[in-house]
């Protein structure tokens, strides 16, 4: 019993060492784009490109920017493209906890302090999207386009299956934090096991170069040790909360939107989707046919297609205007 408690010590140690090294060691890493103040505290934004409209990407709920390199370097070819960190999450240092009003003025602070030039079109994936949305609500003036990505929907409130779900992924996110200080999210995400991207790292993998992916790992794990990802998560619900209070069936009148959809959640998720695109006169729906929540990691080129449509939208518009 005294051998296999020593073992079990030895071995518990030995983890939070690698956990330790291996934190020493992606502090060593370049950091992509910038830090930005925000009042008080501060958040990491990429900015590549030229030209407009300006795309922002909002990433999903216990998500970053690092989940973006392949398709924000692809969209950088056509115009500019931003993208950042909420507190916590990818190169961004801790911050306040997550609130409807606070994400909303947190990313209009953001796309000011960038020095793009308004309209964007804004990327929202998972929780960005429902993100998106509340920020084209308040600040019609500063939004020409939307694609949502996988974009949660205020109508799952009443989804009992899906506000489980999101529970579990929050429980997990707690699970994750207190086993990487032994280092052990790490060491599975090393040889492939992602519980978070199951259906994509594969993809991705392909996409970035060596170091780029030792940049996503990093982030990655920086998430599994912080408290962010959780907060983010439990975050979803009062934003649904307050989207199911002021959104509209005909919000975005005739603005460019685009909605994908991943098939693996199932019909409803995917005719949520289809509701969503039906708020525009110009909205377009499409589900992928590779699974993955994460869509621009299965299917970047579907994602790319979107932008790209809606962005052309808006400079014929903008080319018929002036």
Not at 6 to 17: H, Q
Not at 92 to 121: F, M, N, W
Not at 228 to 240: D, Q
């Amino acid at each position: 019993m005294i051998i296999a408690l020593g073992i079990v010590a030895g071995l518990l140690l030995l983890g939070f060492l690698y956990e330790q090294m291996s934190r020493m060691r992606d502090r060593r890493l370049p950091l992509p784009g910038r830090l930005i103040d925000l009042d008080g505290y501060r958040l990491h934004l990429t900015d590549e490109g030229s030209g407009g409209p300006t795309v922002m990407i909002i990433p999903g709920a216990g998500d970053c920017s690092y989940s973006w390199i392949h398709v924000r370097k692809q969209i950088a070819r056509n115009t500019r493209v931003l993208s950042f960190d909420r507190a916590g999450m990818g190169a961004s240092p801790d911050g306040q906890a997550p609130d409807p009003v606070l994400t909303i003025e947190e990313l209009r602070k953001v796309l000011a302090r960038s020095g793009a030039p308004s309209p964007y079109v804004l990327v929202g994936h998972s929780l960005g999207g429902l993100i998106a949305r509340l920020y084209a609500l308040k600040y019609p003036q500063d939004v020409a386009g939307i694609v949502f990505v996988d974009s949660t929907h205020e109508g799952l409130l009443q989804d009992q299956k899906f506000l489980a779900s999101m529970k579990v992924v929050a429980f997990l996110a707690k699970v994750l934090r207190v086993l990487s200080v032994v280092g052990l999210p790490r060491l599975l995400a090393a040889l492939g096991v992602m519980p978070m991207y199951t259906a994509e790292r594969k993809y991705y993998a392909q996409q970035l170069s060596p170091s780029e992916y030792r940049q996503w790992l990093a982030a990655c794990n920086r998430g599994n040790a912080g408290t962010a990802a959780g907060a983010e998560l439990l975050s979803a619900f009062p934003m649904m909360e307050t989207a199911a209070k002021v959104m509209s069936p005909t919000q975005f009148g005739d603005m460019p939107v685009a909605v994908l959809n991943n098939p693996s959640f199932g019909p409803d998720w995917s005719e949520k989707g289809r509701e969503l695109a039906s708020r525009s006169t110009r909205g377009t729906h499409q589900t992928s046919d590779r699974p993955g929540h994460s869509l621009q990691m299965p299917r970047p080129e579907l994602v790319l297609e979107a932008i790209q449509q809606v962005v052309g939208q808006v400079r014929e518009q903008g080319a018929r205007v002036s």
